[in-house]
Structures are given as C-alpha cells and as structure tokens.
C-alpha cells in the first residue's frame, strides 16, 4: 500500500522548484491518492550570491541544509541536480534514484554567434570552473568572467554585464523553455560536461523502507550506471563541484564509455582519458580512470587548484 503523504525539500530557485515540482507530478500520477508537498530551504549556496562557488569552497553547498532538515524528519526525500550532490553523505541519508538523463552538453547563449566565431578576446559568463578550463584551452584569447544567480539571471547577464556570451547547462535550458535563445550546443568532445550534468538525484533516509520503495520507479538504470561512473571518479580524485574536473559516461547496450578531464584553471594544463567496460562496473571503471588521470598529471595539477583555493577560503568570510 503506498504511502498516504510524501514531503519534498527542495531549493527555491525557479529551476529547483521545475524539478521538484516534477518529481511531485509523477508520484501523484503513480499513486492517486497521495498528497505530495514541497518545503523550500535556502541552502549557503543560494545565501551567498557575490562570491564565485570555488571560493566559497566546501562540499554541498545545495544540499547540507536540505539533509539537515531530513535528517530532523521534516521532509522525507530531497531532489537534487545530480552535479550539485557531493560524493559522501551523512550518516543515514544516501542517493536512491537517478533519474533519466536529459541532454548533458553546455549551451552557448549568445547574440547568435556560434563559439568558433566569437570576436578575439570575447567576454564570456560562466559559473563553472570546468568549463571556463575547458574553453581556455581552445581559445586562450578569451576573457571569463564568473557569474552567479539562477539561469533567467545569468541569461540576463549577456545583456546587463555586457558579455558576447553564457554557457550554461542545457538541461537547465530545456526544462524552463529558454531553448530559443540557445546560439549552439556544444559537442561533448570541446566541453565535457559536469559530474552528472542533466540528472535529477532522489535522497532519502536509508533506514525509511516505505519511502524508497514508492521512489523506486524513478531510476534509470542506464543514467544511474554512467553518473555511478562519473562520480566514483571525481570521488578518486578528491573532487568537489567546483574544481575543474569533467567527466562523461554514456550506455550502450550492457557497455559503459566514461571519459574524464582534470585541468588547470587556465586550461593551459590538462589531462584526458577514457575507459569502458561492463556498465555493472560502473564505479570500479570511474575509479580505475581516475588514477590513470591521477598518474598521468592530474595529481599535480589538483593540489595546485586546491592550494590556490584553500588560500582564497581564509578570505572569504561565510
């Protein structure tokens, strides 16, 4: 018998809320007679708008208020971006579903250019570590400039901070209707995407046998085993959401295909690579392609990022 109430925590942003608020349509077409509520938490990501997230520094800048709140019992299960969601979880809490995957790529939001053809020097807006090494390291002429707020505001940016153009996550893009303004998606081979980029992640209480039995019909067996992939990667690597570490897995029958990426924040130093192998492997593979990135460079290049960041923490009061 399913349960009679189910209580979300989720962000307020407006994309937060959109996936929050599909995840509450699906339970309430699956079980009819179960009322489903959404409770909004501000998380310190949301509080502190004026300081880059890789300077803020620490691990769950979206989540840790919303687990402290399930973890008190006011909420019962938590949806999450899947790149947002660290690698470890509290004791009792822990991932149950992954959703299925939509598009993965960046967008480019521009005033129709198309990245190849943006001006020498181009002002470009971005919100992620990866990507602006990434794009330095094709085109080290242009200028990157970090910006924050929710995707109609950093959309907005191209105009207000007179930039050539944003990259943004498509899936943001898509789900909130704003694929109109999209000048090109850029091919995963140029910009891979973040840990989980396009997945939804369902937190619950480990130990609530009921609620993760009514979530179950959320995860998607080919997207759960390439985002497992990604992040038993970035696990290896010691990475949080905001250091300039990329990996991407797809599925292809029972095979997974995970390619990963550690550069420097200038782009000017990189490592890549890729593995594949049986899909049920998925977190042995992220692991093993992780220490070959590792020995490869990727060991030298993070302590470095780490070093410059643990630096500018002690400067940022929080």
């Avoid at 004791?91 to 598009?103: K, M, N, Q, S, V």
């Avoid at 999209?182 to 081979?189: E, F, G, I, K, R």
């Avoid at 497992?228 to 959401?241: K, T």
Wanted: proline share 4%; with cysteine; net charge neutral.
């Amino acid at each position: 018998m399913a349960l009679k109430q189910l209580r979300i925590g989720t962000r307020a942003s407006q994309l937060a809320l959109w996936q929050a608020n599909w995840v509450k349509s699906e339970l309430e077409k699956r079980y009819p007679g179960m009322t489903v509520t959404l409770t909004k938490i501000k998380t310190i990501g949301d509080k502190i708008l004026d300081v880059p997230l890789a300077q803020v520094g620490g691990k769950g800048l979206f989540v840790k208020e919303i687990e402290e709140a399930m973890l008190r019992g006011e909420i019962d299960i938590a949806v999450h971006s899947m790149k947002d969601v660290p690698t470890e979880f509290p004791d009792g809490l822990g991932l149950h579903c992954i959703t299925e995957r939509e598009d993965p790529r960046d967008a480019v939001i521009s005033r129709g250019v198309k990245f190849a053809d943006l001006p020498q020097g181009a002002k470009i807006g971005t919100s992620a570590l990866r990507r602006q090494a990434q794009l330095l390291k094709v085109r080290p002429d242009l200028q990157m400039v970090i910006i924050r707020g929710n995707v109609e505001t950093r959309i907005n940016k191209l105009e207000t901070d007179n930039l050539d153009a944003v990259i943004l996550a498509a899936a943001g893009l898509k789900r909130l209707g704003f694929t109109a303004k999209v000048a090109q998606y850029l091919d995963t081979t140029l910009s891979i995407p973040a840990i989980g980029q396009g997945a939804l992640g369902i937190e619950c209480r480990l130990d609530d046998k009921e609620v993760m039995a009514t979530i179950d019909f959320f995860n998607h067996p080919a997207t759960s085993f390439a985002v497992r992939a990604e992040r038993a990667l970035l696990w290896r690597c010691e990475g949080g959401c905001q250091v300039p570490i990329a990996a991407h897995g797809t599925v292809t029958g029972n095979e997974l295909q995970l390619t990963g990426f550690i550069a420097s924040v200038d782009g000017k130093r990189s490592v890549k690579g890729s593995i594949s192998g049986p899909a049920t492997d998925c977190e042995k593979l992220g692991i093993t392609l992780a220490e070959k990135l590792l020995k490869d460079g990727g060991h030298e290049i993070l302590s470095e990022v780490y070093q410059r960041e643990v630096s500018r923490e002690k400067e940022i009061p929080v």
